[in-house]
């Protein structure tokens, strides 16, 4: 696993505050469970250290959530429509809480696009776990 992308949605917008809060309440929550991966990541990284294979670290990836009690699925398969047309699917390692996704393959940042914009999300995360220290290997990435 060398890279990683987590993302969650946007909240609806309209007049008043109550729209407002809870789309503030909703990033107060994925804020959290984007914490929780990454603080899942951190305990993984110093554990195995990069290089290994992509299927090692999701599934340490998954035991730390499960430890953790956090909800998660893996091999989540995403249809792929073109003008109303399924052309295909595409997986996603893990979906955390289904609302935050975590790809765990090697991923570019046009790709991380793709994956918001097909799971109708706005913010994603990349973790690349090739580095010395995980900190240096995580990207924000917003529609």
């Known amino acids: ?5 987590i993302s969650y949605g946007e909240g609806v917008r309209s007049r008043g505050n109550t729209c407002h809060r809870d789309t503030e309440a909703r990033r107060k929550v994925i804020t959290a469970i984007t914490e929780n991966i990454i603080g ?7 554990n195995l250290g990069p290089g290994l294979l992509e299927s090692i670290y999701e599934k340490a990836l998954c035991r730390e959530l499960t430890a953790r009690s956090i909800h998660h699925e893996a091999q989540v398969s995403i249809p792929i429509v073109y003008k109303g047309d399924k052309l295909g699917e595409h997986r996603l390692d893990l979906l955390v809480e289904n609302q935050v ?6 991923v ?3 790709q991380l696009l ?7 999300k706005r913010v994603g995360l990349l973790i690349n776990f090739n580095v010395p220290v995980l900190k240096d290997g995580v ?3 917003v529609l």
């Open 108 to 110: 570019f940042k046009a």
């Open 101 to 106: 996704v975590e790809r765990l393959e090697p």
């Open 139 to 141: 990207t924000r990435v």
């Open 40 to 46: 899942c990541a951190i305990e993984v990284h110093p």
């Open 114 to 120: 793709s994956y918001l914009k097909l799971t109708e």
């Open 1 to 5: 696993m060398k890279s990683g992308s």
